[in-house]
């Protein structure tokens, strides 16, 4: 086997995953009675939710690791306390990079204004 696990599920249309997960549920019916039905449709689901699971904690750690952990039922936010009026870090607070990356797409501007002003004339 060639592939590589990092690329499961691979990169298709959502609509389309879904639909072969529709198809492999159908498969799955076959000539089962309700009880094995039942017993594999469970089992599947607890396979899910372990994925489920695993992948929260790992998002919780990793939010932790970048401290971009906001709690939104914090007494502090409930009393009108904001994470980002607070000087908070996070991913969402960089205002220097936005501003610089606003500048910079100015600078762009005016510079193909003058590229086109110069082959007008």
């Given amino acids: 086997m060639t592939g590589n696990i990092h690329n499961f599920p691979p990169n298709i249309d959502p609509q389309v995953f879904s639909f072969i997960a529709v198809l492999i549920g ?13 017993s594999i449709g469970n089992w ?3 396979v899910g939710q372990f994925i489920l699971t695993n992948a929260a904690q790992q998002q919780l750690i990793e939010g932790r690791i970048e401290n971009s952990n906001i709690n939104i039922n914090s007494k502090e936010h409930k009393m009108g306390g ?11 607070n960089q205002r220097a990079e936005v501003d610089f990356l606003l500048d910079a797409v ?3 501007e005016k510079e193909l204004e003058n590229i086109k002003n110069n082959l007008n004339t």
């Fill in 26 to 38: 159908s498969a799955c019916v076959g000539d089962y009675s309700a009880a094995e039905q039942n």
């Fill in 106 to 108: 100015v600078k762009i």
């Fill in 82 to 92: 904001s994470f980002y009026a607070n000087n908070g870090k996070s991913n969402q």
């Fill in 44 to 46: 599947l689901i607890l």
